[in-house]
């Protein structure tokens, strides 16, 4: 019995070690490894899907994109006016993707070379045999390495732009950042008179005109050439057969609101010479500007071409007015943009005149040069020219009244109409120029160097 016994006990216990290693099951560690691996495999699967469906989509788009850049080629190749066949970018929307298509446009001259301009001049001279187009088309959410679909064609005009007896002159107008401006009249004046119009590329193409000389003139409301010119003109010749070119550049007018003497505190009324010359200069020219009025107002403006680079601005016209010729920092320049409008702060000097009491008096004054040190004078001028505050009723100065006159920078000698202002009537404002009255020759001078 004991012996049964013990062996039943034994057999238990085995059946219990089995149960027990069943219940071990699998550890922590075994379960994130096979986790990673899933996870891993996942990811592979999930690119994989991805990147195949993006390919499909993508070969899809680019079919797409050959088709529309096929449908504006055969578009152009049906114009029936070569001349009318122009840059032009637009997008179109298929199976909910944007496409983008860029048009392009060159002459190629008779040569076979490049034409030096998109409308087709060259300092050559060559005809125009061929104008190349090509259409580039891109899509939303293209692949890196995916490049764009791109078309191109030759069109041969279906008339001669220049034929044997005739003559072609064609017309670039860019603005200043080099880009065509459409819009823009042209007019060949000579043995014939013939006008075309710019179109988006600032091309304009006078055609079948007579062989001789001509005047070309571009003309649109609100634009000015590089010389301030609203019309701008250029002569050429042309002979039978042969082309020449003319170039402009031509833009809409930028603003410049000038404000005279910002520095002034206006502790008493200032007003600054009639018809004020004002000097607006920049990398290209200096121009000598005045108002198309005999304002006296301290707040002018000036419609100038817009140069990107701007301009620096000063008052005056002689030597003297000048920053630079003092040895003193130049203006700091302004930037412009077509059709834009700009605030310029333009210092100036100022001195305080009191007349005699009783009556008005009128305030004229002349350039000269100073004993000061370094005073560049404004020998650049006539030796009789002189600036008045005005002549008319409202322009006299009050007599025991307190004025504030603007001048440019330099040294000035005050009338009251011929006879010369004392330095006892004159009262030194210092800003922003170092301002000297010397009672020994009663000249009053502007200083644009600081202390």
Known sequence: ????????????????????????????????????????????TVYAT?????????????????????????KVRAAKDVLSVVDN?????????????????SWVPTSGGVADGACGASTGGEN?????????????????????????TLLNPHDPVVDESKSTILVTVVGADGTGRQGV???ATGPSTVRATTDNQGCAYLLKVAPGSYTVTASKTAY????????PASTTSVHAGATASVRFQYDLGATLALRFAPDYDAAAPVRTVASLPVTLANSYASTVMTPPSASTAMTQSFTMHPFPAGYSVHAGACTAADPTAWGADPPAPVGTVG???VEVPVPMGVVLVTPPPGGTRELVAFPVRSAVPGDPGCDNLPSNVSYSFGTAPTYLLPGGTTTAVALPYGSWQLRWGGAVVPATQMTSVGVPAQTTVNPANNIVTFDPRRP
């Open 224 to 231: 000015l050439d590089q010389d301030q010119q609203a019309s």
């Open 185 to 187: 009249t042209v007019t």
């Open 128 to 152: 125009l045999r061929y104008k190349e187009v090509t259409v580039t088309v891109t899509w939303d959410k293209m692949r890196s390495a995916t490049a764009p679909v791109t078309s191109n």
């Open 50 to 74: 991805g990147s195949m469906l993006h390919i499909t989509r993508d070969a899809r788009n680019r079919q797409v994109a050959a088709n529309l850049a096929a449908q504006e080629i055969d």
């Open 1 to 44: 019995m004991s012996a049964r016994g013990h062996s039943g006990s034994g057999t238990r216990r085995g059946r219990e070690t089995v149960r027990r290693r069943h219940d071990d099951g699998t550890s922590l560690a075994e379960i994130m490894v096979a986790l990673l691996i899933f996870a891993l495999m996942s990811v592979g």
């Open 89 to 105: 970018s637009f997008s179109s929307e298929h199976n909910g993707t944007t496409f983008y298509l860029s048009r392009t446009s």
């Open 339 to 341: 059709g834009s409008t």
